[in-house]
């Protein structure tokens, strides 16, 4: 029986575009299979609103909106992306609010999120300034593989970059030849 097919979500969560986690994910998608099917989308091009704890009052109904597209989104793809800059030793605030909802989405009687992504792949490309290996992600990938583990997805690994300016995090050859190689395990 052929595996089944792996659609990859890219979802870029830096607030400006091109920047250096963008491209280090650009560089990365380029190396996977042939044929995988890709979607990139935006966090500042679709802002969720605020989220709301109803879980001991109304209960969550199916999002609606913004809400909506993403969560469909998520629920489409094999493999979730996070494509993201370094802020305050954390995720930007759209990531995280897109993580916030997730608790919303885990308790609608129509998505069922948590059991829909269990068995799914998660994958983190990240980038800070910082100049030391793990740096300033530490705490990012941390919450990431936590994240992955809550929700029985498997965490797949992180493509970590440094850089300030757009293009930095490229500049240096060892960070560019990780990004090459780094979804070789979806051709195995
Ligand atoms: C609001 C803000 C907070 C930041 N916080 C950190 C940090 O905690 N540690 C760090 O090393 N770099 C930090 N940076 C630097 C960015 O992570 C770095 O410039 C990165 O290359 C930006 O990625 P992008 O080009 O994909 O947006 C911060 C930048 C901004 C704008």
Request: hydrophobic share 40%; glycine share 8%.
């Amino acid at each position: 029986m052929n595996p089944r097919p792996r659609h990859f979500l890219f979802l870029l969560a830096s607030t400006r575009r091109d920047g250096n986690s963008e491209q280090l994910a650009r560089r990365a998608a380029a190396h996977l299979p042939p044929g995988t099917e890709a979607t990139w989308l935006r966090l500042d091009e679709h802002p969720l609103p605020p989220f709301v704890d109803t879980r001991h009052s109304t209960g969550y109904g199916d999002p609606d909106g913004t809400a909506r597209l993403l969560a469909e989104a998520t629920l489409r793809a094999t493999d979730l992306v996070i494509v993201s800059p370094v802020y305050w030793y954390s995720l930007p605030a759209a990531a995280k609010l897109y993580f916030d909802h997730w608790s919303g989405w885990m308790r609608s009687p129509a998505l069922k999120l948590r059991d829909q992504m269990k068995g799914k792949h998660l994958w983190a490309v990240l980038v800070d300034s910082d100049q030391a290996h793990e740096g300033s992600a530490g705490p990012v990938l941390e919450s990431l593989r936590r994240t992955a583990d809550f929700m029985g997805m498997s965490f797949e690994g992180a493509l970590l970059g440094h850089g300030s300016k757009p293009g930095e995090a490229l500049q240096d050859p060892g960070t560019a030849g990780q990004a090459d190689a780094f979804f070789r395990s979806v051709l195995k």
